[in-house]
């Protein structure tokens, strides 16, 4: 294969894999979300910011769809986790319900927003749920006092508290680590 034939190669790879690099928001120091950075040579795998990470049942209210109420009247594509891959439905409690409504101001505690991820290309397919809830002040104090919670598509908890990847982007929200919930497209 000559050079210019390995360079345009490299150029595809590299535009393929741009989606992934940046799956936060536009301009995030934080890495991508639903990447799995595998076990490093050597090590467990685990990262800084998973440390003490429970893997185990999901923390997610049981019967949220009974209980919550859904944002989106369509699924919308969320843009933010894994770069566009997923398609998602947001469920919010009484208190986030209230706090969404209001064109400002912080979440109140006990606010819960829960997101469920569909791969976009293989309709009927689950991808992970993720929860966000607003806590006591002073649980994350540099990060709106937010935890964060990932649940694989088999149920088992991924990463559960004031987790740093998900802090840093999410901080970039003009409201209180929440982002607005985009229109779908027109049809």
Do not use: Q
Request: glycine letters at 12%.
């Amino acid at each position: 294969m000559d050079a210019l034939a390995r360079g345009r190669n490299a150029l595809l790879i590299a535009a393929a894999l741009l989606p992934v690099a940046f799956a936060c928001a536009p301009g995030s120091k934080g890495p991508a979300v639903g990447v799995s950075y595998g076990p490093a040579p050597g090590g467990s795998g685990a990262r800084a910011s998973d440390a003490g990470a429970p893997r185990g049942p999901s923390p997610i209210p049981e019967g949220f769809r009974a209980t919550f109420t859904k944002l989106n009247a369509e699924r919308v594509v969320s843009h933010g986790h894994a770069g566009g891959r997923f398609e998602v439905d947001v469920w919010a409690n009484g208190p986030a319900r209230e706090a969404h409504a209001r064109p400002s101001g912080d979440y109140p505690v006990g606010s819960v927003l829960v997101m469920e991820h569909h791969e976009r290309t293989m309709p009927g397919t689950k991808g992970p749920t993720m929860m966000m809830e607003k806590r006591e002040k002073g649980f994350s104090p540099a990060h709106g006092d937010w935890r964060y919670v990932t649940v694989s598509a088999s149920g088992e908890t991924k990463k559960d508290g004031a987790i740093e990847a998900c802090a840093t982007c999410h901080d970039e929200a003009a409201r209180d680590a929440v982002f607005p919930i985009a229109a779908p497209p027109a049809k």
